[in-house]
């Protein structure tokens, strides 16, 4: 009875600290401990098992993949099992095999659990030899504090910070991670747990010992802030004696919307603004903010352009290294709302994970107005009624393509919340209002898919690339850049003539906008014709064929 209440309680402890399941048979393959959840029934350890042939043969064995197991193919369970990865070693007793215990990985602990493959051995052997003595100490706390360094190697490749308290609130074990978060250079080994983590939920929890995961709290210590998210479970320790473990993880490492790794551009800010004057006033103004850290509105007819901008404004600012969200206001506004301000005593909304970050909130203009007021009340308070206590420092980017000044005219915008993000306002010029402009982000697009396509000899006639310049661009950078591609993928013997456009796929703008293109060879012929040149000379002039130029004529009704 001793050896199956320590086997409980090392695999129940050692199953939450590790995320994995713990298997302890005997020799006579009956389960003395089990933390696996079995997709039905309990299902028979035979021999032929991986368990089985441990105590069989006496000797360890690590299952990578047990899709590469005769042992786990054989198993009735094989399709619906969860396990993935198994590592286990037989429990010995003076040369006698008395039984076996055993690692079980789900698939999402599969890539760390095999990175660590030596340690987890050397740990579960030591695990082994303290059950082989009928654990001469039963209480979890003692066989945890026997077994520091194996499970400290262990954990170290887990990146979490991990406390054990015993039933009185104080830690008893932690390891070298939360050492180095909480320790402030002193031991912090029989300290209350609150002491160390001063959080109202912590406290709340050593009353009511009720499990939680993922509460969420700022920790800052020498000028340095970190965002944390904690869970807590209780665990039993000895008889009726109750203990628990924290695990703390920074947001950054708990959330995959949260790993922003990005390869900065070399060309900066110059992918989104062009080279006219308008662009050059708008390109200083965003490299100003980017210094300063202050928010900003963005202002500009293409969503994917101000999208992008924002992005490259937190990209470029000394607080990169920060989080990053973003919310885009159209869609289900309970949705947005949900995500702007998280639910109280659930998750936390992207206002909060955002604290001395970065946050930009898309079309602005699509937020109704109950949640103007509730954005516009964060932003004079900087607290959020779910905790009032904590002042939360974020960097707010707006982006919107309305004019927010008439819709706060018309009643559809709030005024005081106008005036709080548009204290730096900047208007992204549109490519369409300068041919400057358009002839920069054309020349950019076919030098770099030129070289994509490896045509570095491919050239554009001057006549297609202003005829490309004077076309009515209706869409944003994105749609120049396919025309440019399309262009250099279709070209002939090298060369971009005016006869190269008329291939063109702009079939879905409106009839009026493809009309540009036809309009300015029609002017271009009748300037010729003005000029006396020959149809010859105005076939070479355009760069095509005398049978293209007939047709044209005859298209543009000229004479």
């Known amino acids: 009875m001793a050896i199956k209440e320590s086997a409980d309680q090392i695999a129940t402890t050692i199953s939450k600290i590790m995320e994995v399941d713990v298997v302890v048979v005997d020799n006579r393959l009956n389960r003395i401990a089990d933390t696996f959840k079995y997709p039905e029934k309990q299902i028979e350890i035979r021999t032929s098992s991986i368990v089985g042939s441990i105590i069989v043969t006496g000797r360890p064995l690590v299952i990578e993949d047990k899709r590469y197991s005769d042992a786990c193919q054989s198993c009735p369970d094989f399709r619906s099992c969860d396990m993935e990865s198994i590592i286990g070693v037989p429990i010995l007793h003076k040369d006698n095999v008395m039984g076996a215990v055993a690692l079980i990985a789900p698939p999402h602990r599969m890539h760390d659990f095999m990175k660590s493959t030596n340690h987890i051995m050397e740990f579960l052997k030591k695990m082994a030899q303290l059950l082989s003595s009928e654990l001469q100490a039963t209480e979890s706390d003692q066989l945890l504090n026997k077994m520091h360094d194996e499970r400290e190697a262990m954990l170290s490749s887990i990146h979490e910070a991990i406390a054990l308290i015993n039933e009185d609130g104080y830690i008893s074990y932690c390891n070298s991670l939360f050492f180095s978060y909480f320790s402030d250079k002193e031991p912090i080994l029989n300290k209350p747990i609150n002491e160390i983590l001063r959080q109202g939920f912590v406290d709340e929890f050593l009353k009511t010992k009720e499990s939680f995961i993922d509460k969420l709290f700022y920790y800052e210590r020498e000028s340095k802030g970190f965002d944390f998210l904690c869970s807590a479970h209780k665990i039993g320790i000895a008889g009726n004696r109750q203990g628990a473990i924290f695990v703390l993880r920074e947001i950054n490492q708990a959330k995959p919307y949260m790993n922003w790794t990005q390869t900065l551009e070399d060309d900066y800010l110059d992918s989104l603004f062009g080279v006219s004057a308008p662009m050059i006033k708008a390109k200083h103004k965003v490299q100003s903010i980017i210094g300063s850290g202050e928010s900003a509105l963005l202002v500009g007819t293409s969503k994917g352009r101000l999208r992008s901008l924002a992005h490259k404004i937190y990209l ?244």
């Open 316 to 559: 470029y600012s000394a607080s990169n290294k920060r989080n990053y969200f973003d919310i885009d206001c159209n869609g289900d506004k309970n949705l947005v709302e949900l995500e702007m301000l998280g639910k109280e005593n659930f998750e936390p909304g992207k206002i909060r994970f955002a604290h001395k970050g970065t946050l930009c909130i898309h079309s602005i203009d699509q937020l109704p107005l109950y949640l103007q007021r509730k954005l516009d009340k964060f932003l004079v308070s900087r607290v959020l009624d779910g905790n009032r206590d904590f002042v939360i420092d974020v960097r707010i980017i707006a982006t919107t393509t309305r004019n927010l000044k008439r819709l706060v005219e018309k009643g559809f915008f709030l005024e005081s919340l106008y005036e709080h993000i548009s204290s730096t306002s900047i208007i992204l010029p549109d490519i369409t209002d300068n041919q400057e402009d358009i002839r920069f982000f054309l020349n950019r697009s076919f030098t770099f898919y030129k070289e994509k396509h490896n045509c570095q000899n491919l050239q554009i006639d001057e006549d297609a690339l202003m005829s490309l310049c004077k076309y009515t661009w209706t869409e944003d950078i994105s749609q120049l850049e396919k025309i440019a591609e399309y262009l250099i993928i279709h070209a002939e013997n090298d060369q971009i003539t005016m006869e190269s456009l008329n291939s063109l796929p702009m079939r879905s703008q409106k009839a009026e906008s493809f009309k540009s293109i036809d309009k300015h060879n029609k002017e271009r012929i009748e300037e010729l014709i003005k000029r006396g040149k020959s149809r010859e000379e105005i076939a070479q002039i355009l760069g095509i064929s005398r049978a293209t130029l007939f047709r044209w004529l005859k298209k543009y009704n000229i004479n």
